[in-house]
């Protein structure tokens, strides 16, 4: 099941978003803090709960490992959860893994280094897989140029518009990960 997730993904995107996967990022442009502003997930329950999600908090390190460590602050059942999961480089390019944790591929689909980043997650939580793509921003205002990216990537990749969501500019949860 989850072979055929990942073949039907890469070719759903390879088919239908003009953009490139980044196969050569250097992932230390990735780290930093980072604002989530948007989301499209496949999700049990997104649709339903995505009018009630606000902006996330993301930071991003690399280990002396080369591992990726990603603290967030997430709005999970109306509360915020912080959460630190290092994830370690595939074979393959900068894709980032972490089966034992439910994260089986992370990857950055687009980004201009400055200002944005596309992120795709591809889930797995109680014998489900789920994706995920994610507008990171360095501030909480992310540009025009950067939602019209993200929109493409989310349809290129099958979401449809009730599995996107802009996220509510509440920053309290945010500002967690920042401390």
């Known amino acids: ?22 196969g050569k990022l250097d992932p230390g442009k990735l ?8 989301v499209a997930s496949g999700e049990k329950g997104f649709a339903v709960e995505k009018a009630t999600k606000n902006i996330e908090g993301v930071v991003v390190t690399l280990t002396p490992e080369n591992k990726l460590k990603v603290l967030s602050s997430r709005h999970r059942l109306e509360r915020c959860n912080l959460s630190v999961v290092e994830l370690l480089r595939q074979n393959s390019a900068w894709v980032f893994e972490n089966p034992s944790l439910g994260v089986l591929e992370y990857r950055v689909l687009g980004t201009n280094f400055r200002d944005y980043a596309i992120v795709f997650t591809l889930l797995e939580q109680q014998d489900e897989a789920f994706t995920t793509v994610e507008l990171y921003s360095r501030t909480h205002l992310a540009s025009p140029e950067a939602f019209s990216f993200f929109t493409q990537w989310s ?4 979401f449809l518009s009730q599995q996107q969501a802009r996220l509510q500019t509440d920053l309290t949860c945010a500002h967690k990960a920042f401390q």
């Not at 099941?1 to 980044?22: D, E, G, H, I, K």
């Not at 349809?155 to 099958?158: A, C, E, N, T, Y």
């Open 31 to 38: 780290l930093g803090s980072w604002y989530v502003v948007a």
């Open 155 to 158: 349809q290129g990749l099958g």
């Open 1 to 22: 099941m989850r072979a055929v997730l990942v073949t039907l993904l890469a070719l759903v995107s390879v088919s239908r978003v003009p953009a490139a996967w980044l």
